[in-house]
């Protein structure tokens, strides 16, 4: 659970113009987890790139 809502924050901060909100809720049998950035632009999808040099594993 803590790598992915790292990874979630790390990529907000990264792509999502520098500040982020972080919100966690418990539920009886789960957590509810939402970030959100300040960026206009939504999410868009990016060709993995194996070499390291454009993104989507680095």
Known sequence: ???VVSELVT???R??????T???T???DSIEVA???RS???PRMRTRDLNGSTG???
């Open 1 to 3: 659970m803590c790598l």
């Open 11 to 13: 990529n907000a901060l």
């Open 15 to 20: 792509h999502g113009a520098g500040t982020c």
């Open 22 to 24: 972080l919100e966690l």
């Open 26 to 28: 418990a539920h009886p």
């Open 35 to 37: 970030v959100h950035d």
């Open 40 to 42: 206009p632009k939504g």
């Open 56 to 58: 989507g594993f680095v």
